[in-house]
Every structure is written in structure tokens, then in C-alpha cells.
């Protein structure tokens, strides 16, 4: 798994923005800002959709005036469904990204199977990256929702 002062892998991250697909290299997604980069098991799931991306679409501004240059979801799903749930949660100030096959969730060590519910997945997480490194992490225990909220990073800040 990722650790704290390490820095984060390199890979492509995807994108609906406008109507256009767009693909994101994680190393210049990352370079030169600080990011809040927050994962989530599925889009339009119970907790994900009640709690954790709101509470970041709530917090956008406050994130943002402790200099938070860019503020991610991200989920192991496509980016038409990334862009829709954005959408359905007035998630404006969110990049959300999409991992569609896992494969920067595997590289992030944050991957879990689980089978029936969608197959791979991602943990429940949120972390600070600075210029690339991350600087603050926060890790879910599985089918919690404690230690990745908005509020936590805002303290972390």
C-alpha cells in the first residue's frame, strides 16, 4: 500500500468533461499542487452517494482556501458513470475521476475483490498529495466510514 512520503505512482486516470473523453497522466495530474484525492468503493452507492462525496462537495470551499489546488473522487468505475453520479451530486468543484480497470487502484496498493457486489473495487480512502509525494493518508477499515470524510482531511490540513 502507499505510504505517507512516498510518491504516487505513475498511470492514466479518465475523464468526461464536456463530452469529451479526456485522460489524465497522474504525474502531471499531481505535479506542482496540492490535492485532495479522495476513492470510493462504487459510484451511486449508499455510503458514497449519502456521505462521502457529499460531504466533499459541501467542503469544496473550505478545502480550497487551506490551498487545496484540486479536489478528486475517484473509483474503480467508467467515466459516463463517474460524470453522471458528478452530475447527480451538483459535484462541480470535484474532478471526478475514473480507474476503469483498476489497474492505478492496484498500482496505489488500495484494491479490493468483492466478488458479487462489482468485483475489484477500491478501499475507502482520502489523502493529501503535495507536488506528487503524499503527505496525509487516510484508510478506511472495511464497511467504515470514519477516518476518509471531508472533515478529517480538513482537520489533517
Same mark, same amino acid.
Given at each position: 500500500?502507499?505510504?505517507?512520503?512516498?510518491?504516487?505512482? =505513475?498511470?492514466?486516470?479518465?475523464?468526461?468533461?464536456?463530452?469529451?473523453?479526456?485522460?489524465?497522466? %497522474?504525474?502531471?495530474?499531481?505535479?506542482?499542487?496540492?490535492?485532495?484525492? +479522495?476513492?470510493?468503493?462504487?459510484? +451511486?452507492?449508499?455510503?458514497?452517494?449519502?456521505?462521502?462525496?457529499?460531504?466533499?462537495?459541501?467542503?469544496?470551499?473550505?478545502? $480550497?482556501? $487551506?490551498?487545496?489546488?484540486?479536489?478528486?473522487? !475517484?473509483?474503480?468505475?467508467?467515466? +459516463?458513470?463517474?460524470?453522471?453520479? #458528478?452530475?447527480?451530486?451538483?459535484?462541480?468543484?470535484?474532478?471526478? !475521476?475514473?480507474?476503469?480497470? #483498476? =489497474?492505478? %487502484?492496484?498500482?496505489?496498493?488500495?484494491?479490493?475483490?468483492?466478488?458479487? +457486489?462489482? #468485483? !475489484?473495487?477500491?478501499?475507502?480512502?482520502?489523502?493529501?498529495?503535495?507536488? #506528487?509525494?503524499?503527505?496525509?493518508?487516510?484508510?478506511?477499515?472495511?464497511?467504515?466510514?470514519?477516518?476518509? %470524510?471531508?472533515? =478529517?482531511?480538513? $482537520?489533517? !490540513?
Amino acid at each position: 500500500m502507499i505510504e505517507e512520503n512516498k510518491p504516487m505512482p =505513475s498511470g492514466e486516470l479518465s475523464q468526461l468533461k464536456d463530452g469529451n473523453m479526456i485522460t489524465h497522466n %497522474t504525474d502531471e495530474l499531481f505535479a506542482n499542487k496540492k490535492v485532495v484525492l +479522495f476513492a470510493v468503493p462504487g459510484a +451511486f452507492t449508499p455510503t458514497c452517494s449519502a456521505a462521502h462525496l457529499p460531504g466533499y462537495v459541501v467542503s469544496a470551499d473550505e478545502l $480550497k482556501a $487551506k490551498g487545496v489546488d484540486a479536489i478528486i473522487c !475517484l473509483s474503480v468505475n467508467d467515466a +459516463f458513470v463517474m460524470n453522471a453520479w #458528478g452530475e447527480a451530486q451538483n459535484a462541480e468543484n470535484i474532478m471526478m !475521476l475514473a480507474d476503469g480497470d #483498476g =489497474s492505478y %487502484t492496484k498500482a496505489l496498493g488500495l484494491s479490493m475483490e468483492t466478488a458479487g +457486489f462489482g #468485483g !475489484l473495487r477500491s478501499q475507502r480512502y482520502a489523502m493529501v498529495i503535495e507536488n #506528487g509525494t503524499v503527505t496525509n493518508q487516510h484508510v478506511e477499515k472495511p464497511k467504515e466510514f470514519e477516518v476518509s %470524510t471531508a472533515e =478529517s482531511i480538513l $482537520k489533517a !490540513l
